[in-house]
């Protein structure tokens, strides 16, 4: 049984570019949330996706989007890329009923210069 | 809304020894309550859930955790440490009705031999 596969695994972009992540969830999972995670501190919540629609946002700007496809795979764009966008980018899956327990992809570490 | 705090940012404890990790949470509703570990360059790993029922949670590698309500506590325990057990140890909370998991900054755990 697949988990959830992120790629790439690493990025390095110039400022003002864009970037595309990747993310497939764990089999049988509907549901994919994104988080940032900046080295030395916690995830922080992006947004999730459902039935293909962003169901919950956090405090991300605009240039924070994303999409889902039909078979739940999901991808997080960010323009206009800043320094301070380089983290660690996690994507985790889950059913949306129940308790919800999210299981995590490897991350995708963007780099920023 | 909901919060976690984990007390201590670095614990280091002997290989063999009782490994205590810090965790309060705020939360307007009961809380599913989550821990899980980071190893460098990875993804975060559940070592346990708590969502109802018994208090006292057994999770992977020999952790458990107890739910207090009074003290809106989460610590992690493990009887004996071991070499592979040094990591990065997120705490989290999720309100039953809510879809994103809020994250504590996370305690790093160094063993000495």
């Known amino acids: 049984d697949a988990g959830v596969t992120q790629s790439p695994t690493h990025l390095i972009k110039t400022r003002g570019q864009q970037v595309t992540l990747r993310c497939s969830p764990k089999s049988g999972h509907d549901t994919v949330s994104w988080y940032q995670q900046a080295l030395g501190q916690g995830p922080q919540f992006i947004f999730q996706?459902?039935?293909?629609?962003?169901?919950q946002r956090g405090n991300f700007p605009d240039r924070f989007s994303g999409h889902q496809f039909p078979n739940y795979s999901s991808e997080l764009n960010v323009n206009a890329l800043l320094l301070g966008d380089s983290a660690l980018y996690l994507c985790?899956?889950?059913?949306?009923?129940?308790?919800?327990?999210?299981?995590f992809g490897p991350g995708t570490r963007l780099t920023v210069t | 809304a909901q919060s976690v705090t984990q007390l201590g940012s670095h614990v280091s404890v002997s290989e063999g020894a009782l490994v205590l990790l810090r965790c309060n949470y705020s939360?307007?509703?009961?809380?599913?309550l989550f821990w899980y570990v980071q190893y460098p360059n990875q993804g975060l790993q559940l070592l346990l859930k708590y969502t109802t029922g018994a208090t006292l949670v057994k999770g992977i590698n020999g952790f458990e955790a107890e739910f207090k309500k009074s003290e809106t506590s989460f610590h992690l325990t493990k009887p004996s440490a071991h070499m592979s057990d040094a990591a990065e140890y997120f705490c989290?909370?999720?309100?039953?009705?809510?879809?994103?998991?809020?994250f504590g900054s996370g305690t790093r755990l160094s063993i000495r031999p």
């Open positions: 989290a909370v999720k309100g039953s009705s809510a879809s994103k998991i809020i």
């Open positions: 996706y459902y039935e293909e629609e962003e169901r």
């Open positions: 985790a899956s889950s059913l949306r009923t129940g308790v919800q327990e999210q299981y």
């Open positions: 939360s307007s509703v009961p809380p599913y």
